[in-house]
């Protein structure tokens, strides 16, 4: 597609749900990157994929987030059993370089999650 | 706590006056910074980017400017347009993207 693509756009989850957010990254992009966004705050880094590779997920706020890519293009972010403070605004970003490889990121539109 | 952080969280200013947005970061091993546009309800929009390596660098109607010395960063938007009404993030590239809490800039007419 023309630019990062996600689904759904809005989702409501009742507490202790499951829940699964879908990103389909800029085709060929090696890069790929999961945000929170809290109402009023900056994008919050949850984790990195290099293809395949999970190769950073430092910032996933505990062991109910789950993140997966398993062929290297669409990436999935699971969150189960969820909270009240699991909402907010899931945002996706690709690019082409890798690592510190100096290259713009790409952000799709975002996933908005209310957790009732 | 935060690496990236803006001066402002508020900015008001004038249809056709130049926008100056700030941010500091405290990371001195950061060697690439990103300013975003995001709009109500859209992502991130990529702006302009630096390397540690320069200390300006242009785009059309907007400038950033890098003050390693300092550990500070500034957007300048020339001839500031309605269309630029949006929160404006810095952001430091070191292994990933960190964010700072963002500025929000209201054009008035």
């Known amino acids: 597609g023309a630019g990062v693509s996600q689904s759904p756009r809005y989702k409501v989850a009742k507490r202790g749900q499951d829940v699964a957010l879908r990103c389909d990254p800029i085709?060929?992009?090696?890069?790929l990157f999961w945000y929170q966004q809290a109402l009023g705050q900056g994008p919050e880094f949850l984790t990195y994929?290099?293809?395949?590779?999970?190769?950073?997920k430092s910032g996933l706020p505990s062991d109910r987030f789950f993140a997966e890519r398993p062929e290297g293009s669409v990436s999935t972010l699971k969150i189960q059993r969820t909270q009240q403070e699991d909402s907010a605004v899931y945002l996706c970003?690709?690019?082409f370089g890798t690592g510190n490889i100096y290259t713009e990121a790409f952000f799709g539109q975002g996933t908005r999650l209310t957790v009732v | 706590g935060e690496s990236v952080g803006l001066h402002l969280p508020t900015l008001s200013v004038q249809e056709g006056d130049n926008s100056i947005i700030n941010c500091a970061y405290s990371?001195?091993?950061?060697?690439?910074f990103i300013w975003y546009k995001q709009e109500s309800g859209k992502g991130p929009q990529f702006i302009i980017d630096?390397?540690?390596?320069?200390d300006k660098r242009q785009g059309q109607r907007v400038t950033v400017l890098l003050n390693k010395t300092v550990k500070h960063l500034s957007l300048q938007i020339a001839a500031t347009q309605p269309g630029d009404s949006a929160v404006y993030f810095c952001?430091?590239?070191?292994?990933?993207?960190?964010f700072g809490a963002g500025t929000t800039v209201t054009v008035r007419a």
């Open positions: 085709s060929g992009h090696v890069s």
């Open positions: 630096i390397r540690s390596n320069m």
């Open positions: 970003a690709s690019s």
């Open positions: 952001a430091e590239n070191y292994n990933k993207l960190s």
């Open positions: 990371n001195s091993a950061s060697d690439y």
């Open positions: 994929f290099q293809n395949e590779a999970q190769l950073d």
